[in-house]
DNA sequence: ATCCAGGCGATGG
DNA sequence: CCATCGCATGGA
């Protein structure tokens, strides 16, 4: 359990066991194209609360997490919204012990448990954001995806001026209302694409999506989203994993795992393959697959 | 140039 | 039910 202390001006939490913020901030690093900002080993987010955008930073110092409000009301309610996001945002309450010991064993984790020690889930808590992000991502390369998201981000999003610096807020459902096929793409995003990320905002405008999608086991969560159109096995297992921190998700077809276990096999592996080897992980398929993809930015 | 990307739904056998 | 196909475009 991550407590954070409310030092009125600013926020602190002990890290938790088997925890490193310096795997979080690789993550975060990945693309210069995101809505927050990384400098040194401080990260800038934008957030939306009870209304209002506001700025955090987050930074780690001997073990210890530390958040400043840098613009908007540091009111109770900000500093409490601003703690509840990162502590999803860099999955903190998870017991990942477990995952250690088994990974320990294992013939394809053993090694990259040590190598990136402390690594932890970067989610998603924003569902309509995970959705955008995972369907954007559908079969294209990643650099790409995040010049759609970039782009889809600036053309509906809410943007927030601090110090010289750009924040965007990632668009609520509500900021598509008027979005067309043809708005997206001109943004190019293709055609099915655009279909699917308008059905899921309109979805989400009148809350049926988020009624069907109270249900709370793994396989309800998974079956709900696998009816919505756009949703597959890789994207619903991607979303569970990113945005509900399931931590049993495993997008199986990956091409990231395929290619990162094809390193280790000097093969590509077959999806019974590697559904077999994941039996396993049984339990922790997304830590599994976070390694994995992990191993792939060398 | 060619192949493939953190896939999906539609179509046809 | 399973295999194949079109989408759509940038990276490597």
Same mark, same amino acid.
């Given at each position: 359990m991550v407590k954070w202390q409310d030092k009125q001006s600013y926020m602190e939490a002990e890290c938790p066991s088997n925890?490193? =913020?310096?795997?979080?901030?690789? +993550?975060?690093? &990945?693309?210069?194209?995101?809505?927050? @900002? %990384?400098e040194g080993r401080i990260v800038y987010k934008a957030l939306k609360v009870d209304g209002s955008a506001i700025l955090f930073s987050v930074t780690e110092e001997n073990d210890k997490l530390y958040i400043h409000v840098l613009k908007g009301k540091?009111?109770?309610l900000t500093k409490e919204s601003i703690t509840v996001y990162v502590t999803k945002w860099f999955?903190?309450? @998870?017991?990942? #012990?477990? +995952?250690?010991q088994l990974a320990q064993q294992d013939p394809y984790l053993s090694k990259l448990v040590q190598q990136y020690s402390g690594l932890r889930i970067v989610g998603i808590p924003d569902l =309509? !954001? #995970?959705?955008?992000?995972?369907? #954007?991502?559908?079969?294209?390369?990643?650099?790409?995806?995040?010049?759609?998201? &970039? @782009? =889809? %981000?600036?053309?509906?999003?809410?943007?927030?001026?601090w110090e010289g610096e750009a924040y965007w807020l990632f668009? !609520?459902?509500?900021?598509?209302?008027?979005?067309?096929?043809?708005?997206? @793409?001109?943004?190019?995003?293709?055609?099915?694409k655009a279909e699917y990320i308008l059905g899921i905002a309109e979805k989400m405008r009148d809350g049926s999506l988020q009624q069907a999608l109270r249900e709370n086991s793994y396989q309800e969560l998974k079956k709900e989203l696998l009816s919505i159109r756009g949703i597959g096995a890789w994207t619903a297992d991607y979303v569970l994993m990113k945005c509900f921190r399931m931590q049993n998700a495993f997008p199986?077809?990956?091409?990231?795992?395929?290619?990162a276990l094809k390193q280790q096999l000097g093969r590509k592996p077959t999806l019974e393959e590697i559904a077999k080897l994941a039996r396993n992980w049984a339990g922790w398929e997304a830590y599994a697959t976070i390694y994995l993809w992990r191993s792939l930015n060398e």
């Open positions: 925890y490193q =913020f310096d795997e979080t901030l690789v +993550f975060l690093k &990945r693309s210069n194209q995101e809505m927050h @900002r %990384v540091a009111d109770s999955d903190l309450e @998870r017991d990942v #012990a477990p +995952f250690y =309509f !954001e #995970a959705f955008v992000w995972a369907i #954007a991502g559908q079969q294209i390369n990643l650099t790409f995806a995040y010049t759609l998201k &970039r @782009r =889809f %981000v600036e053309q509906f999003g809410e943007k927030l001026d668009p !609520e459902p509500e900021d598509l209302a008027d979005c067309t096929i043809e708005m997206l @793409r001109v943004l190019q995003f293709s055609s099915r199986i077809a990956d091409a990231g795992i395929h290619q």
